[in-house]
């Protein structure tokens, strides 16, 4: 609890001021454990994301677990994108004692993810203006992608050419 990467906190099922956090937690907002403790959970919370937290909550209630991504709000103002893994402990009745809450900063992720699309879109346009015919194959050959080019050269439409492989015998495109 205390060395972990990721914040942790511990806090009962009918309250939501935070009461128990581990120190990597308050780190990931700008705070001191000590700041944190008695502060409402919501306070965390994006304006945009405070409406959904009684859903979430609700909702581990009654599942046990849940997951979810939501934006959060460090002591500067800033806010930053996280994964929140709930997990609602509960008496042998089923009732709820306590929750035990992960929560991990996924700023990091989000901007590779967005630097992904962003390539994958400057990817797409520079093969969709080639003149040369262009087509994608996944690892079993299957074609998964193809340019307008391809298209024109095989006369063929997209919509015909994917799912195919380059050797499928019911077209000919190979020509002398």
Request: proline share 3%; glycine share 6%.
């Amino acid at each position: 609890f205390e060395h972990a990467d990721w914040g942790v906190v511990i806090g009962s099922a009918e309250a939501t001021p935070l009461e128990i956090m581990n120190p990597a937690f308050a780190r990931m907002y700008g705070y001191t454990v000590e700041e944190l403790k008695g502060r409402s959970i919501e306070s965390l919370y994006s304006p945009a994301d405070r409406p959904k937290l009684a859903g979430w909550i609700h909702e581990a209630h009654q599942k046990g677990h849940i997951n979810y991504e939501a934006n959060h709000i460090r002591k500067d103002g800033t806010i930053f994108p996280v994964s929140v893994d709930i997990t609602a402990v509960k008496d042998s009745n089923n009732k709820v004692l306590y929750r035990v809450v992960n929560v991990q900063d996924i700023t990091q992720r989000k901007q590779m993810e967005q630097a992904l699309r962003t390539s994958e879109r400057r990817s797409a346009a520079i093969i969709s203006t080639l003149d040369e015919g262009v087509v994608f194959h996944d690892a079993n050959g299957v074609i998964t992608l193809c340019n307008s080019s391809a298209e024109r050269i095989l006369g063929l439409t997209a919509d015909q050419i994917m799912g195919r492989k380059s050797i499928d015998p019911r077209w000919k495109s190979i020509h002398e």
